[in-house]
């Protein structure tokens, strides 16, 4: 669940808007916060995925692809289109999920471990710098316009499952994600360029 849930907390920032601000002057805030900045000032974004699924209990790694939707503040969606149609909806704090004729509604108030995740994912989409480093330790590298993220969960209920999340991008473009699990278990995002309306 963890893996999906990051996966669809990533349309946000998947490819730059047009009308996205520069970065403050070098010097006056830290890449990090520019970046932040720019990430924050994505109100929708509608983006191509593929994800790779690596789960000790399989004998080969899951794939799929599809797309992934962001819609401010706080409205996800991510629709699997292979290698069989899906679509999870984050919307207002509930995970719903839709296959074929069958659909699931989780409040996350239900999953208190996953909260925090949730949460910290949603804070690095909003810019909030603040939300982000209350439940993670951030590991920023590179600049405005090639950067890493590096998170890993201060949170110890989200820490007993998640070992690191790394994310990879270009000014307000996320390029890739990847959740590497305490198991061992990993999933890695790739992200396309932005589908136009």
Not at 39 to 62: C, D, I
Not at 136 to 161: C, I, K, M, N, Y
């Amino acid at each position: 669940m963890l893996a999906c849930l990051g996966a669809l907390a990533l349309a946000a920032a998947a490819a730059p808007a047009a009308d996205t601000p520069p970065p403050a002057p070098a010097g006056s805030t830290s890449a990090f916060d520019q970046v932040l900045q720019l990430l924050a000032a994505r109100r929708h974004g509608r983006v191509s995925y593929s994800e790779v699924q690596q789960m000790a209990m399989l004998e080969r790694p899951l794939s799929s692809s599809g797309e992934l939707v962001y819609q401010a503040p706080d409205h996800l969606e991510k629709r699997v289109l292979a290698p069989k149609p899906e679509t999870l909806i984050l919307d207002h704090g509930v995970l719903t999920a839709q296959r074929g004729q069958r659909t699931r509604v989780l409040s996350l108030r239900d999953y208190p471990q996953v909260v925090p995740f949730v949460e910290s994912i949603r804070a690095t989409l909003a810019g909030d710098r603040a939300a982000l480093e209350h439940y993670f330790r951030a590991q920023f590298e590179g600049d405005v316009d090639r950067w890493t993220l590096r998170l890993v969960p201060t949170d110890a209920s989200v820490a007993h499952t998640v070992q690191e999340i790394r994310i990879a991008g270009e000014r307000a473009a996320v390029l890739m994600v990847e959740i590497r699990l305490v198991d061992g278990d990993r999933s890695l995002v790739t992200l396309g360029p932005e589908i136009p309306p």
